[in-house]
């Protein structure tokens, strides 16, 4: 939980991070700020879970989620006491969320095998319900605790990591024994290497990709993205045919010729790229427009759009422990298929939602995504889990977070670019107009109406209204008192940006809507029947009879 709480946590709160170091976010280099912030904790714990849990499977799942809790302690205490302002401090802060994402890595990678370690077959989807809600409760939690703390003062979205961070770590190092099958093995570096650069590159590509570049929306055609895009894909290639090859591969691809584990991992990185698309375009919507159009000042939507977030983190925690519970009595597939269907019917009922709706209607949708939410993640990781041998589990989970992780970063890149796109198409003629009515010059309005439209998402992102200084002082003092009050009040942008920010939603939304279908198809994938009889818990859980218990010889996932 603490790892993922300190992902979202940042996510609400940036509004008051940038007010705090004094960073101007509608300054065309702060972007690049912006999205690193945002970015940079899950590029590396999507790049380094995999290593971590191999390092795991190698030296000890607790030894290496002991140093997780104690690095991830350290670096909080080092965050809050950033001394910098401007660019500086942004640079501060984002050093620091990568030095912490190797500890969040190291908790995230081992957490699910230590679990499964410790569980019989027959208990192990209650047990992992209750790490995976927790988990991915955290990134619903954040949202409600960042927007509460950022009221306060900004620094304590960090301080309250420490406290936290210092009991897990002494009651860790106390309490915390290995139990699972250890075999020395040595460290596939060339895999680490390819894995690794390859991953970032392709990543980082990504989100270099959603900025501005060379007067184009967005920055597709750059020669560093698309080097980044097919450099990336190619040291993945390479990585693929280097872990074919190795004896002793960091992320053993042979566990994917399990249906069950193969088809487990894409719903998990199909339901990631979903959830944390719909994560970005819920605060959006609520910071930039929603909540100004309903009386809020700008100062105070952080923290409401948490509040009004509730019943998403509510639907989640209520369906969670009770999916992995049941899931070991019933069977997995039904309740992991049956939680993507239900989040792809909660985004067709956001999909025809008006952007100025009925606040009843939009809790009961988003209880729903989160209801569905919840009833996909514990089953789907006893799935994943339950399908590989006992020494190969840490491997196994951090390829599990690798792709949720993964997921989560892609969704920045897939959902932006969609949602910049949309926008391009009607905001400029919206802004244009809209000004000009207002009194603005012609001239003046048009050149606002032909800034990117990233730099507007990003305002609305942040719950900001950048029309004063867009015109800047000039332009309004030349204007009548009254229509320059309307164009620097809390109507007028949101309402300006509602029906373009509407365009994009539907577009984003039905890529949302695929996403979960084809996932909720992936999770039905069943394993190759082989002898012996169903599983405990009515074999479902994995492909192998016996997967996760030690044979007579001390094998592991063989009968």
Same mark, same amino acid.
């Given at each position: 939980? +603490? #790892?993922?709480?300190?992902?979202?946590? $940042? @996510?609400?709160? *940036?509004? %008051?991070?940038? !007010?705090?170091?004094?960073?101007?976010?509608?300054?065309?280099?702060?972007?690049?700020?912006?999205?690193?912030?945002?970015?940079?904790?899950?590029?590396?714990?999507?790049?380094?879970?995999?290593?971590?849990?191999?390092?795991?499977?190698?030296?000890?799942?607790?030894?290496?989620?002991n140093a997780g809790f104690l690095i991830f302690t350290v670096t909080s205490v080092a965050l809050s006491l950033d001394p910098l302002h401007?660019?500086?401090?942004?640079?501060?802060?984002?050093?620091?969320?990568?030095?912490?994402?190797?500890?969040?890595?190291?908790?995230?990678?081992?957490?699910?095998?230590?679990?499964?370690?410790?569980?019989?077959?027959?208990?192990?989807?209650?047990?992992?319900?209750?790490?995976?809600?927790?988990? +991915? #409760?955290?990134?619903?939690?954040?949202? $409600? @605790?960042?927007? *509460?703390? %950022?009221?306060? !003062?900004?620094?304590?979205?960090?301080?309250?990591?420490?406290?936290?961070?210092?009991?897990?770590?002494?009651?860790?190092?106390?309490?915390?024994?290995?139990?699972?099958?250890?075999?020395?093995?040595?460290?596939?570096?060339?895999?680490?290497?390819?894995?690794?650069?390859?991953?970032?590159?392709?990543?980082?590509?990504?989100?270099?990709?959603?900025?501005?570049?060379?007067?184009?929306?967005?920055?597709?055609?750059?020669?560093?993205?698309?080097?980044?895009?097919?450099?990336?894909?190619?040291?993945?290639?390479?990585?693929?045919?280097?872990?074919?090859?190795?004896?002793?591969?960091?992320?053993?691809?042979?566990?994917?010729?399990?249906?069950?584990?193969?088809?487990?991992?894409?719903?998990?990185?199909?339901?990631?790229?979903?959830?944390?698309?719909?994560?970005?375009? *819920?605060?959006?919507?609520?910071?930039?427009?929603?909540?100004?159009?309903?009386?809020?000042?700008?100062?105070?939507?952080?923290?409401?759009?948490?509040?009004?977030?509730?019943?998403l983190t509510f639907g989640f925690l209520a369906a969670g422990p009770v999916s992995g519970y049941l899931s070991d009595r019933a069977g997995?597939?039904?309740?992991?298929?049956?939680?993507?269907?239900?989040?792809?019917?909660?985004?067709?009922?956001?999909?025809?939602?008006?952007?100025?709706?009925?606040?009843?209607?939009?809790?009961?949708?988003?209880?729903?995504?989160?209801?569905?939410?919840?009833?996909?993640?514990?089953?789907?990781?006893?799935?994943?889990?339950?399908?590989?041998?006992?020494?190969?589990?840490?491997?196994?989970?951090?390829?599990?977070?690798?792709?949720?992780?993964?997921?989560?970063?892609?969704?920045?890149?897939?959902?932006?670019?969609?949602?910049?796109?949309?926008?391009?198409?009607?905001?400029?003629?919206?802004?244009?107009?809209?000004?000009?009515?207002?009194?603005?010059?012609?001239?003046?309005?048009?050149?606002?109406?032909?800034?990117?439209?990233?730099?507007?998402?990003?305002?609305?992102?942040?719950?900001?209204?950048?029309?004063?200084?867009?015109?800047?002082?000039?332009?309004?003092?030349?204007?009548?008192?009254?229509?320059?009050?309307?164009?620097?009040?809390?109507?007028?942008?949101?309402?300006?940006?509602?029906?373009?920010?509407?365009?994009?939603?539907?577009?984003?939304?039905?890529?949302?809507?695929?996403?979960?279908?084809?996932?909720?198809?992936?999770?039905?994938?069943?394993?190759?029947?082989?002898?012996?009889?169903?599983?405990?818990?009515?074999?479902?859980?994995?492909?192998?009879?016996?997967?996760?218990?030690?044979?007579?010889?001390?094998?592991?996932?063989?009968?």
């Open positions: 939980m +603490i #790892a993922t709480v300190n992902a979202s946590i $940042v @996510l609400i709160s *940036l509004p %008051a991070i940038f !007010n705090g170091i004094g960073l101007d976010p509608l300054q065309p280099g702060n972007v690049g700020y912006l999205l690193w912030m945002l970015m940079g904790y899950l590029l590396v714990t999507a790049v380094l879970v995999v290593t971590l849990g191999r390092l795991g499977d190698i030296h000890g799942r607790v030894r290496i989620y401007g660019g500086p401090g942004a640079l501060w802060l984002i050093g620091w969320r990568v030095v912490q994402a190797v500890g969040g890595s190291m908790l995230m990678a081992n957490s699910a095998a230590i679990i499964t370690d410790a569980f019989p077959a027959d208990r192990r989807g209650t047990a992992l319900g209750v790490n995976v809600v927790a988990g +991915i #409760a955290g990134s619903f939690i954040g949202l $409600v @605790l960042g927007g *509460l703390l %950022a009221e306060w !003062n900004w620094r304590s979205i960090f301080w309250v990591n420490v406290p936290i961070g210092v009991l897990g770590t002494v009651w860790a190092y106390r309490s915390l024994r290995d139990t699972g099958v250890r075999r020395p093995a040595r460290i596939d570096w060339w895999g680490n290497l390819t894995f690794a650069v390859g991953l970032t590159a392709l990543l980082a590509a990504i989100t270099y990709g959603i900025q501005p570049y060379g007067g184009h929306t967005m920055g597709w055609t750059s020669p560093w993205v698309l080097g980044g895009l097919t450099g990336g894909a190619a040291l993945l290639v390479a990585f693929c045919l280097i872990e074919s090859r190795v004896a002793e591969p960091m992320f053993p691809l042979a566990l994917f010729r399990d249906p069950v584990f193969a088809g487990g991992n894409a719903a998990t990185l199909l339901g990631s790229i979903a959830r944390g698309g719909l994560q970005f375009m *819920l605060i959006i919507w609520l910071q930039g427009i929603w909540l100004p159009l309903h009386g809020y000042d700008y100062a105070d939507t952080p923290l409401w759009a948490g509040i009004y977030l509730v019943p997995a597939r039904l309740f992991a298929s049956g939680g993507l269907v239900a989040m792809a019917v909660s985004f067709a009922g956001l999909l025809v939602l008006p952007t100025d709706f009925g606040y009843p209607w939009f809790a009961c949708l988003v209880f729903l995504n989160g209801l569905g939410g919840g009833l996909f993640a514990a089953p789907n990781t006893s799935l994943i889990m339950s399908s590989v041998p006992a020494e190969a589990r840490g491997a196994a989970s951090g390829m599990r977070a690798t792709f949720q992780n993964a997921g989560m970063v892609l969704s920045i890149g897939v959902f932006f670019s969609l949602m910049v796109a949309g926008l391009a198409g009607s905001l400029p003629h919206t802004l244009s107009s809209g000004l000009t009515a207002q009194g603005v010059p012609a001239g003046d309005a048009q050149t606002i109406a032909s800034l990117p439209p990233v730099g507007t998402l990003f305002a609305a992102f942040l719950g900001y209204n950048p029309i004063r200084q867009l015109l800047g002082p000039h332009v309004l003092g030349q204007l009548p008192e009254a229509n320059a009050h309307t164009l620097t009040g809390r109507q007028f942008f949101p309402q300006l940006i509602s029906g373009p920010f509407h365009d994009g939603l539907v577009v984003v939304f039905w890529l949302a809507i695929a996403m979960s279908l084809v996932a909720a198809a992936a999770s039905l994938v069943r394993g190759r029947t082989r002898p012996g009889g169903p599983r405990p818990g009515g074999g479902e859980a994995g492909g192998r009879p016996g997967a996760g218990r030690r044979g007579p010889a001390g094998g592991a996932g063989r009968s």
